[in-house]
């Protein structure tokens, strides 16, 4: 099992509750779910970096290191690594504090990593290069 951890000493990008509705027949929240939240967290970093659009082009890595549950307090930590002409890449951590069920209320779990690269479009969702910071 995955140990009890600290939570980053930085402002979360996204902070979220998954419920019932977000579980497989096993009762854990989807795979698909944090993705899909991993995503929006990382977008939010690189709308900031590009000043605009930008588009989702690349899931560099994704490691899903502990299950996220019903009534988890889910924080996503978005930080640009790597900045291109027109491409942004972006690491995303994410952690748990476990909900009021939990055995352990209030601890906090890393549940995942993942890497993901953006691209700065315009309005005709061509590339365009990203401004000067």
Known sequence: MTDAVK?????ATLRLVPMVKDTNAAGDVFGGWVMSQV??????????????????VAVNAFHFVAPVFVNDLVSFYAEVMKV????????????????????????AVKVTEAVLTYVAVDEN???????PE
Do not use: Q
């Open 125 to 131: 969702r061509k590339k365009r290069p990203l401004p």
């Open 39 to 56: 995503d929006i967290a990382g977008s939010i970093v690189a709308v900031r970096r590009a000043k605009g659009r930008v588009v989702t």
């Open 84 to 107: 291109g002409t027109t491409s942004i890449a972006v690491a995303v951590e994410v952690y748990a504090e476990r909900g009021l069920r939990s055995p352990k209320p209030g601890e």
């Open 7 to 11: 939570l980053p000493d930085r402002h």
